[in-house]
């Protein structure tokens, strides 16, 4: 039972460059989100999914697209990156309290 | 604007002693609160939680409490170890159904042996 996992666990890109943060959990959980932790910030919520087929923003949408292709997974594109969005990404779902995945450090030049 | 706030960034406490992380809010429809502890390089794992109807819940060395006239939470650790050395978030539900929580900007408790 591997819980939550995230990929890549670190990434650089230049910028203007795109990427696509993956995310799965095992959990059978119906709600799954996307969270950037900055310092001095906190964990600010991007965007989330209550269930398969929905999605909604979060406090700070801009820059972001996500999919959640299936129950299991749900990703987060950058489509062109930009050094505000240097951040640590955290996935997590979500049938209570959330779980979250070790998160992928991303670091845009 | 910050809903979630804990307004102290670190605290240091001796090995045995009682660690007291505090967590204000300012909105009043908020009615279900969370403890989260986060390791470096790891994802923030769930400590305990506290639903508006209770002004207290205990799990093992841990103890949340909850005053709500004064918008204001505490996780109390007792006794604190040293592997209790980490950030720790609170975070905010207006509905826990809906399992969309406002998270605050963390403390870091440092543990001395």
């Known amino acids: 039972n591997a819980g939550v996992t995230q990929t890549p666990k670190f990434q650089v890109l230049k910028t203007g460059q795109s990427m696509t943060l993956q995310c799965a959990q095992d959990m059978n959980h119906n709600s799954m989100y996307w969270y950037r932790q900055d310092p001095g910030m906190g964990l600010r919520l991007i965007y989330y999914?209550?269930?398969?087929?929905?999605?909604d923003k979060g406090e700070v949408p801009n820059g972001y697209n996500v999919s959640r292709l299936n129950k299991r997974e749900f990703s987060l594109r950058l489509e062109s990156a930009a050094p505000s969005q240097t951040s640590v990404y955290f996935c997590?779902?979500?049938?209570?309290?959330?779980?979250f995945g070790p998160g992928t450090r991303l670091t845009v030049t | 604007d910050q809903q979630v706030k804990q307004n102290s960034p670190s605290l240091s406490v001796q090995e045995g002693r009682i660690s007291i992380l505090n967590c204000d809010y300012t909105?009043?429809?908020?009615?279900?609160f969370l403890w989260y502890k986060k390791y470096p390089a790891e994802g923030p794992t769930f400590l305990i939680s506290i639903s508006s109807i209770k002004d207290k819940n205990e799990d093992g060395r841990f103890t949340v409490f909850l005053n709500k006239s004064a918008k204001h939470l505490s996780l109390h650790i007792v006794p604190s170890q040293p592997g209790d050395s980490a950030v720790y978030f609170c975070?905010?539900?207006?509905?826990?159904?809906?399992?969309?929580?406002?998270f605050g900007t963390g403390t870091r408790l440092k543990v001395l042996a």
């Open positions: 999914s209550a269930s398969e087929g929905t999605t």
């Open positions: 909105n009043s429809m908020f009615d279900y």
């Open positions: 997590a779902s979500s049938e209570g309290e959330q779980y």
């Open positions: 975070a905010a539900s207006v509905d826990a159904g809906t399992y969309k929580y406002i």
